[in-house]
């Protein structure tokens, strides 16, 4: 399995582009999330999804958008950037443990908007 | 909402020194506590869970951590670190409500730096 993926690596972007981050995952996990990680303030929920066709927001999601077409996949739409978005965007996939969950988490994309 | 808090910003531990980072959480009701370790421009790699049964709880590359509940506390130790620990640590809470327990809260990370 190559677990939790995400494209791209890196991304340079300017005030008012849009683009989408993408994260897949190949363990058929029915939660995904996305979180986004800013020096000193340890990670914080944007959205996730419970499976798909279902999603909700997390504790920072203006600015993003989610759908989850399909098990495998659920990208992050940023609509119109802005130079307060940039940081690291991790995803995570997760699976029911009967008494928890935990997750897994992608390798990261490195956003920069100017 | 529940809230993380890790007290030490930077831990800098010579070789062989035995280590604790301290984690608190607030939520009164059932938990869910992970510790995940960052090392430099990596993702995150879970270093141990606790979901429930024995509060002494032991994790990979010999961390362990122990779930004090009416501490509201979750720290982490090893007894001997090594420079490949230097990575930056992170606690994590999720209240476990039995339909599902999705959302993380993770505390700010606490740097560690270990000296050869």
């Known amino acids: 399995n190559a677990g939790v993926t995400q494209t791209p690596k890196f991304q340079v972007l300017k005030t008012g582009q849009s683009m989408t981050l993408q994260c897949a995952q190949d363990?058929?996990?029915?939660?995904m999330s996305w979180y986004r990680q800013d020096p000193g303030m340890g990670l914080r929920l944007i959205h996730y999804?419970?499976?798909?066709?279902?999603?909700d927001q997390g504790e920072v999601p203006n600015g993003y958008n989610v759908s989850r077409s399909t098990t495998e996949d659920f990208p992050l739409r940023l609509l119109s950037a802005a130079p307060s978005q940039t940081s690291v965007y991790f995803c995570a996939s997760s699976y029911s443990e009967g008494v928890g969950e935990t997750q897994y988490f992608g390798p990261g994309t490195r956003l920069l908007v100017l | 909402a529940q809230s993380v808090s890790q007290h030490n910003h930077h831990v800098i531990l010579s070789e062989a020194a035995s280590l604790e980072l301290g984690c608190n959480y607030s939520y009164g009701g059932t938990v869910n506590l992970f510790w995940y370790v960052q090392y430099p421009g990596q993702h995150l790699q879970l270093l141990l869970k606790?979901?429930?049964?024995?509060?002494l709880v032991k994790g990979i590359k010999g961390f362990e951590a122990e779930f004090i509940k009416s501490k509201f506390s979750f720290n982490l130790r090893k007894p001997s670190v090594q420079w490949s620990d230097t990575a930056e640590y992170f606690c994590?809470?999720?209240?476990?409500?039995?339909?599902?327990?999705?959302?993380?809260?993770f505390g700010k990370g606490t740097k560690l730096s270990v000296i050869p």
């Open positions: 363990m058929n996990h029915e939660y």
């Open positions: 994590a809470v999720t209240p476990y409500s039995g339909a599902g327990s999705y959302q993380l809260t």
């Open positions: 999804s419970v499976g798909a066709g279902i999603t």
């Open positions: 606790y979901f429930s049964g024995d509060p």
